[in-house]
């Protein structure tokens, strides 16, 4: 019995490595602060939780979906009128996703053939780099620099390769490097995919965890921007969803077919009362949006002010439940600093070379627990002495 070649590509993934650090020390007694993995820990909101229990508690809901509602599609095509000023034409440019996640891992499925080109941002979210590996892809990393201010350099981008590639992946407020695009970023962006008919994925999961005043908006709300690409939105960290998996696939209409075309080959849709707490999330009350970005602007600012009072300084995220930071002297790779940091402070961060070469330097560090524990964590850094 053998795996596929396309399995064989993929080794134990970073995150399910830290996890079994994690249970081995917990079993040891030691002391664990986890800032590796992006879960968040702020619950949905009561109205939110109430609609899907009151629908999980109707027997008639447990019968396949197979498909969006009208409701859950007018709710989105709404959400995006209301929150973002674009208009979608609920039918046919809008699709369900069961979470963000699912899509952007399949969508190369629907739109590159083995050994066609996909742009991919470096450092990235490792799903922007697997989902076009696992249809057989070729990838062209876009290296984000922090002297660019982690934008991509549309200008590096080769024109041969330009003109072979399929996709680009493109995402801001940016995980990991917490980046936010200007205006003319997008209207480059645009431009480029037009030039070489490219089609853009754009990830749009963190636009309202953005902090000190910033406000982002859809990629979609650009001139020509449906045109050329669609957006994926989530509710796992703006609602606190993460385990009920609502995603979505918006904007060009033929590129949101494909998906749904696609799907309907892989699934059965997303359980209906997850779509009934998906239309109260994205209709009702959105103070919840407000108070979950406040809570996460209070945790950058103990993250850093505290790793700051013992040495280890790191720049303040303008956007996202994250931060990255630049690896302490001393040490020969963002692994052996994240191990060593586990090792001697039983402090989890992920290694930025998990996200890509451009990730080499930095780790990533997740906003995943309350401020007294970041600050524990930092203490807890300040007594192992790793930072000398």
């Not at 970023?185 to 008919?197: Q, T």
């Amino acid at each position: 019995m053998q795996i596929s070649k396309r399995l064989a590509q993929f080794g134990e993934g970073v995150f399910t490595q830290l996890q079994s650090i994690k249970i081995k020390r917990l079993a040891e007694g030691k002391y664990v602060c986890d800032l590796s993995v992006g879960t968040p820990n702020i619950p949905p909101a009561p109205h939110i939780r109430r609609a899907l229990a009151e629908a999980a508690e109707d027997t008639r809901q447990y019968v396949y979906a197979i498909s969006d509602t009208a409701e859950l599609q007018d709710a989105a095509a709404a959400w995006y009128r209301r929150r973002y000023g674009v208009e979608l034409d609920p039918r046919t440019e809008v699709s369900s996703l069961l979470g963000s996640q699912e899509g952007l891992s399949h969508i190369a499925l629907a739109f590159a053939d083995p050994g066609d080109y996909i742009l991919v941002p470096d450092p990235c979210y490792p799903v922007f780099a697997d989902g076009p590996v696992i249809a057989g892809a070729k990838l062209h990393y876009m290296p984000m620099r922090r002297e660019r201010d982690f934008l991509i350099d549309f200008a590096e981008i080769p024109t041969e390769v330009a003109r072979a590639a399929k996709m680009m992946i493109v995402s801001y407020p940016n995980n990991p490097t917490c980046a936010l695009a200007p205006d003319s970023f997008y209207h480059e962006l645009i431009a480029f995919a037009r030039e070489f008919d490219i089609l853009v994925l754009h990830d749009n999961a963190y636009s309202e965890l953005v902090y000190d005043g910033h406000r982002c908006g859809s990629f979609l709300a650009f001139p020509g921007a449906k045109e050329v690409g669609v957006e994926f939105n989530s509710l796992s960290k703006t609602y606190g969803m993460a385990g009920a998996r609502v995603g979505f696939c918006l904007g060009n209409a033929m590129a949101v077919q494909a998906v749904k075309t696609l799907k309907s080959n892989m699934d059965y849709g997303m359980f209906l009362p997850v779509q009934k707490a998906a239309i109260a999330a994205i209709t009702g009350d959105q103070s919840c949006v407000a108070e979950t970005c406040k809570a996460y602007e209070r945790r950058r600012d103990a993250l850093c002010e505290s790793f700051a009072a013992v040495g280890w300084p790191i720049p303040k995220s303008p956007g996202t439940m994250f931060a990255w930071a630049p690896i302490p002297g001393g040490f020969a790779s963002s692994q052996a600093f994240a191990m060593a940091l586990v090792d001697r402070a039983g402090v989890l961060v992920t290694p930025g070379s998990a996200f890509g070469p451009s990730g080499e330097g930095f780790v990533r560090i997740a906003l995943v627990q309350d401020e007294a524990d970041l600050r524990a964590a930092a203490e807890a850094i300040r007594k192992s002495g790793i930072l000398g």
